[in-house]
């Protein structure tokens, strides 16, 4: 979807890049080749056509923060189909007391949980981030980089992917859960009827009892809000994509994978 972006050329928004696709202008090398464009004067195509290039080089590099620091938030899933092989998957559980109780990150290969009082401390949370090139979470804009911020009195500067947003986009509303369940996307039994509210409920169990079985089906629960994301990036980023290209949603047809 990168290529076919032109978001990125100033005064360029989504009803004039619209535009250049009905005008047969599909990618950039459509776009370098034309001599003329309708409603681009010469001086301005010359310029474009220097910020194209450019932007080619960059992608052909891997350089994908030069994207993420020229589009908006809300279209950096068009740069997924590149990231995906830099990214981890991001989702936090906080407690009414606690602050942050667990950080759940996967990778595509691995999960790894951070347990406050035991994992979770600044250097080895973020030493462990600076890993990835871009975060994916499901409201982190708003929820889980704020308050990851704020509880380490820090400032996360990687390019991130809101899901909640995509989701948004192809008509797919309300939560995590929710979402899931319209798409199919299943839990493991042991926390199937688990909620957000019911974490913080675990986390002061765990607390009180000592019993590790609380701690255990929170950890569990967590892991598999982050392996669920993968799974939705996999389902809703190209129904985006047909939905920004073509106007259209295409059939969900992906299986969803056991864990």
């Known amino acids: ?7 990125f050329l100033e005064g360029i928004g989504r009803a004039k890049e619209k535009r250049l696709w009905e005008q047969g202008i599909q990618e950039w090398n459509d776009f370098l080749k034309a001599e003329s464009i309708p409603g681009v004067q010469p001086e301005r195509k010359r310029a474009f056509d220097t910020q194209i290039q450019e932007a080619k080089d960059k992608l052909w590099s891997g350089n994908m923060d030069y994207f993420f620091d020229l589009l908006p938030l809300a279209e950096h899933w068009r740069l997924w189909e590149h990231c995906k092989d830099e990214a981890v998957f991001l989702d936090i559980e906080t407690g009414e007391r606690d602050g942050i109780t667990v950080v759940g990150l996967y990778d595509g290969r691995e999960c790894k949980t951070f347990i406050r ?31 990851l911020q704020k509880y380490f009195g820090v400032t996360l500067t990687h390019p991130h992917i809101d899901l909640m947003t995509v989701c948004g986009r192809v008509g797919l509303k309300g939560g995590l859960k929710a979402i899931e369940k319209e798409l199919g996307i299943t839990r493991r039994e042991e926390v199937e009827n688990v909620r957000g509210g019911d974490a913080d409920q675990l986390w002061n169990m765990w607390q009180a009892s000592g019993d590790k079985e609380w701690l255990d089906k929170l950890v ?7 392996l669920n994301l993968e799974t939705l990036a996999q389902k809703v980023i190209p129904q985006l994509t047909s939905k920004t290209r073509h106007g259209t949603l295409p059939t969900l047809a992906l299986k969803t994978p056991t864990h």
Do not use: C, H, R
């Open 1 to 7: 979807m990168i290529k076919n972006t032109f978001l």
């Open 117 to 147: 009082g035991q994992t979770l401390d600044k250097q080895t949370l973020l030493a462990e981030l600076n890993k990835y090139g871009v975060l994916v979470s499901f409201n982190g804009a708003s929820f889980d980089i704020p308050v």
């Open 220 to 226: 569990m629960y967590n892991e598999e809000d982050v």
